[in-house]
């Protein structure tokens, strides 16, 4: 038989009152052994000294709304209570559960094109002789830059399984944060970016609608960085057991599904004292190879320090010794390069935004729904350029004139009288690879221009 129980655990004085007058109270099906459990697990909490904290998880129940529940099974809103994939996502909020900014990318089409297979088919191995594909993944993290210096010293292309907000780093689509620029470093250095979720969630433990959610949002992060989504992943714990229907459903979002044959176990060995045996493993494996018939898929970590400062030079040694140039996995499977990604056209990326404008903070994310202020700019938005009283977009003077957020767009009261805020030389100057981007932004600025002599006009 089966009773519904309250579960209501105290907070110290009185935070308890308003506990009870502003939240739901939180019940969980229980059998009766399970209800005698929870019964003196509250009293133990009750009596434990200094407590401030509910207890939560299975047999328990949740945290009270917008705390977390950690791994060890307590509500909290700390950093460490938070921080995925340790924070329990069912029990309590999460860094899993915030997202990225901007739509989603559920409407995207995904149709498998190429010769890679796409999941359930797992891939193991490269297939180009001579080469090996190193791969990183849970970053990218303090040390990601280093890596991108180390493997430009030697020539070698890698490819990264992104993370987007685990071990506490933040969201990787912040551009408050480093991640964003070290994600467009990887791309503009030839290096393949590939998902590796979005918050590092054991995706055989979790429901088919969380596992989409862990793609879709790691999708739509990297999207608002780079302008575009992997279709490459690896499961995270290269978890995606056939017991789930988690294989099928990579295949469904369109993801080629990547493991590797050679295991370093650097995660386990981060310590000048123990990463020998990392590199013992790599050179047992490349060693016992031919290069002329051989390729390998090797996995370790950018979140290791030893595997940044001291493992990874040696896989390239070692490789350079043998003859194996390093190379992406899209590459070393022979996968053209616009298959790596899909397009999100949508949006404007990061990078397309005005550089410079008269006021508007520039890292600051294009406002996708027309609302605007601290988080999202109206500067280069279809709704307009100026973000008005209300939080809006708009061209109108009532967007653009008294209450006009300067740090949310443009506003007209501070337009030059010569409208010409935007000076074209400004974004022709600094480094541009592709040969077409100038001659975009000078016409972005132009329209701008216009824009602004509209407005003035609008004001006499
Ligand atoms: C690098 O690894 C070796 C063992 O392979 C160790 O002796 C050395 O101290 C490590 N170097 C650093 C800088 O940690
Ligand atoms: C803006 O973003 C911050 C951090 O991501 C969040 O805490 C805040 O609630 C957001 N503000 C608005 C108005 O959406
Ligand atoms: C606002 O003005 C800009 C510049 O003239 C123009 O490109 C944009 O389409 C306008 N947006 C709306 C919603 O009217
Ligand atoms: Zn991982």
Redesign the pocket.
């Known amino acids: 038989m089966r009773a519904h129980i309250l579960v209501l655990l105290p907070l110290a004085g009185c935070a308890f009152a308003s506990f009870y007058g502003n939240s739901p109270a939180y019940t969980v099906p229980l059998d009766e052994s399970q209800v005698q459990e929870a019964v003196e697990a509250a009293v133990s909490i009750r009596d434990a000294p200094n407590n401030v904290d509910y207890r939560c998880g299975p047999k328990i129940g949740k945290c009270p709304i917008d705390t977390c529940c950690s791994s060890a099974g307590f509500c909290g809103t700390s950093k460490a209570h938070c921080r995925s994939p340790d924070c329990k996502i069912d029990y309590g909020h999460c860094d899993a559960h915030k997202s990225p900014y901007g739509p989603p990318t559920t409407d995207i089409m995904r149709p498998h094109i190429g010769q890679v297979p796409y999941g359930p088919k797992e891939i193991r191995s490269c297939s180009i002789p001579g080469t090996v594909a190193l791969t990183f993944d849970d970053g990218p993290t303090r040390y990601t830059g280093d890596l991108l210096d180390l493997l430009d010293r030697y020539g070698a292309k890698a490819t990264f399984f992104i993370t987007g907000i685990n071990n506490g780093k933040g969201q990787i689509d912040d551009f408050s944060l480093p991640w964003a620029s070290l994600i467009e470093r990887m791309q503009s250095s030839g290096h393949q970016i590939a998902s590796h979720t979005w918050s590092h969630e054991d995706l055989s433990k979790i429901t088919p609608s969380q596992r989409r959610e862990q793609l879709e949002k790691n999708e739509a992060a990297l999207r608002n960085i780079i302008g575009s989504f992997p279709t490459y992943m690896r499961p995270p714990y290269s978890s995606c057991s056939p017991d789930t229907d988690c294989g099928n459903e990579m295949g469904k979002l369109g993801y080629h599904i990547v493991l590797y044959d050679i295991d370093t176990d650097d995660y386990k060995n981060d310590s000048p004292d123990l990463i020998q045996r990392s590199k013992d493993i790599f050179d047992h494996q490349v060693y016992a190879g031919d290069p002329h018939i051989k390729s390998w898929l090797v996995i370790a970590h950018d979140a290791h320090e030893q595997t940044v400062h001291n493992l990874t030079e040696h896989m390239l040694k070692t490789m350079k010794r043998l003859g194996y140039r390093g190379i992406t996995v899209g590459d070393c499977l022979r996968d053209p390069r616009p298959l790596w990604y899909r397009k999100d056209t949508r949006m404007p990326t990061h990078k397309q935004k005005p550089k410079k404008t008269a006021s508007a903070d520039p890292n600051k994310p294009i406002s996708f729904d027309g609302s605007c202020g601290s988080n999202y700019t109206c500067m280069g938005s ?4 100026c973000c008005g009283s209300t939080h809006s977009c ?2 109108t003077t009532t967007h653009c004139g008294t209450g006009c957020q300067k740090d949310a767009g443009y506003c007209a009261v501070e337009a030059p009288s010569n409208g010409d805020a935007w000076d074209p030389t400004v974004h022709t100057k600094g480094k541009k690879s592709e040969a077409d981007s100038n001659s975009r932004t000078i016409g972005t600025a132009a ?2 221009s ?2 602004l002599a ?1 407005i003035v006009a609008m004001w006499m």
């Open positions: 279809s709704f307009g350029y708009g061209n329209a701008i216009l824009f509209l």
